[in-house]
C-alpha cells in the first residue's frame, strides 16, 4: 500500500526512480574511488557525493512506503579502493562534467514523467544539481586550460533568409560542400568532446577487465570512439575548423581493476545510450544532407555496440531487470 500522504506512484515514476537509483549507486563508486586520488577539488566531489546518497535515502523512503523491492544497483563491492590510479590529471573532472551533461537531459525528461508533487521536486533538484555540476566542472577544467572553447566566428551585421535548395546538398560528389552553420558546428563538437572522454575510459576500462570477452568489448568502445572524433573532425577540418582536444585524462599504464566488470559495462552502456541521444539530435537540427547520414551511420554503430553490451550483461547475470508490468496472458491462463 502506499503512503497515505501521497497517491501510489505511476508506473513511469517508478521507471524512472529505478533508473536513478541504478545511476546515482553508479556514481557513488566512482567518487567512492576518484576521491581518494582527486587533486583538483575535493570539495566539489564530496559534495556530489553527498547529494548521492541523499537522492538514493529518497528513493528508498519512496520505495518502502510502495512496498516495491529495493534495487541492487551497485555495491561496494563493485568497487576496489585500493587499486592504482587508473586515469591522470584532471580525468575525475572531465568524467563528472560528462556525468552531469547526461544527468542535465535525463532529470528534466524524468521530472515531465512525473505526476506526484514530491517526485516532481526530487527530479527538479536533480536537474538543478547537474547543472551545477556542470558549471563547477567546466569552470575548473576552463581554469586548468584542459578543455577548449568551441571557435569563434565573426558575428552576423544582418538577418538572412535561405533561397537556394542547395543549402541542404551535401552529397554531391562535383563541387563544394556549403561551411558549416554554427548550429552544425557546436553539435559536431560537442560530440567530439564527449567522444574524446569516453575514449579514455574505455581505454582504462580495456586495461583492467577481468573478463576476456569484456576486455574485447572494452577495445571495440575504444575504436569506436576514435572513429567517430576522426570522422567528425574530418568534417570540421573541411570547413579550416580544428576539432577539440586535450592534453589531459589520459589513462595510466594501471591493470589493476578499480571497479567490477559490471560496473564498467552499466557504464559503457549509458555512456552509449548519451552518445545515440547525442547522435540523434545533431541529425534532427543539421541541415547539410550529409551530416544527418554521417551521423545515422555511426549512430547505428553505436547501437550495435550497446546491444553487444546487453547481450555480454545478460549472458554474465550482471543486467538488472527493471520493474515489469503484470503479463495478463500468464494471469489469465488459469
Known amino acids: 500500500m502506499?503512503?497515505?500522504?501521497?497517491?501510489?506512484?505511476?508506473?513511469?515514476?517508478?521507471?524512472?526512480?529505478?533508473?536513478?537509483?541504478?545511476?546515482?549507486?553508479?556514481?557513488?563508486?566512482?567518487?567512492?574511488?576518484?576521491?581518494?586520488?582527486?587533486?583538483?577539488?575535493?570539495?566539489?566531489?564530496?559534495?556530489?557525493?553527498?547529494?548521492?546518497?541523499?537522492?538514493?535515502?529518497?528513493?528508498?523512503?519512496?520505495?518502502?512506503?510502495?512496498?516495491?523491492?529495493?534495487?541492487?544497483?551497485?555495491?561496494?563491492?563493485?568497487?576496489?579502493?585500493?587499486?592504482?590510479?587508473?586515469?591522470?590529471?584532471?580525468?575525475?573532472?572531465?568524467?563528472?562534467?560528462?556525468?552531469?551533461?547526461?544527468?542535465?537531459?535525463?532529470?528534466?525528461?524524468?521530472s515531465n514523467m512525473s505526476y506526484r508533487e514530491d517526485i516532481r521536486q526530487f527530479f527538479k533538484r536533480l536537474t538543478t544539481e547537474a547543472q551545477e555540476l556542470y558549471d563547477q566542472s567546466t569552470h575548473l577544467l576552463m581554469e586548468a586550460g584542459v578543455i577548449s572553447r568551441p571557435p569563434y566566428v565573426s558575428m552576423p551585421k544582418e538577418v538572412h533568409f535561405v533561397k537556394d535548395i542547395n543549402y541542404m546538398d551535401g552529397l554531391k560528389w562535383i563541387g563544394e560542400k556549403r561551411s558549416l552553420n554554427t548550429i552544425e558546428v557546436s553539435l559536431i563538437q560537442h560530440a567530439i568532446d564527449t567522444n574524446l572522454v569516453g575514449m579514455q575510459l574505455m581505454i582504462g576500462f580495456a586495461q583492467v577487465a577481468n573478463e576476456q570477452k569484456v576486455r574485447k568489448y572494452f577495445v571495440k568502445g575504444m575504436e569506436l570512439s576514435k572513429k567517430i572524433e576522426t570522422e567528425l573532425g574530418d568534417i570540421l577540418r573541411h570547413s579550416y575548423i580544428e576539432p577539440p582536444a586535450t592534453h589531459a585524462g589520459k589513462a595510466t599504464t594501471s591493470t589493476v581493476a578499480p571497479f567490477s566488470d559490471k560496473l564498467m559495462m552499466y557504464t559503457a552502456g549509458l555512456l552509449s545510450t548519451f552518445g545515440l541521444g547525442s547522435n540523434a539530435l545533431g541529425g534532427a537540427f543539421s541541415l547539410r544532407s550529409d551530416l544527418p547520414v554521417k551521423l545515422l551511420q555511426l549512430g547505428k554503430d553505436i547501437y550495435n555496440f550497446a546491444k553487444e553490451g546487453g547481450k555480454i550483461m545478460i549472458q554474465q547475470g550482471w543486467m538488472e531487470e527493471p520493474p515489469q508490468i503484470e503479463d495478463r496472458n500468464q494471469l489469465t491462463k488459469g
Open 2 to 110: 502506499s503512503s497515505s500522504q501521497h497517491p501510489p506512484i505511476t508506473s513511469a515514476e517508478l521507471a524512472t526512480l529505478w533508473m536513478t537509483y541504478q545511476e546515482k549507486t553508479m556514481i557513488l563508486r566512482f567518487l567512492d574511488y576518484f576521491l581518494k586520488y582527486n587533486e583538483n577539488d575535493q570539495q566539489l566531489l564530496q559534495l556530489h557525493y553527498d547529494r548521492a546518497v541523499k537522492s538514493l535515502d529518497f528513493i528508498n523512503t519512496v520505495f518502502q512506503a510502495e512496498g516495491a523491492a529495493i534495487p541492487t544497483g551497485f555495491t561496494e563491492n563493485d568497487v576496489n579502493k585500493e587499486a592504482p590510479k587508473l586515469y591522470d590529471f584532471m580525468f575525475d573532472i572531465m568524467y563528472f562534467r560528462l556525468i552531469a551533461q547526461i544527468e542535465t537531459g535525463l532529470f528534466a525528461l524524468y
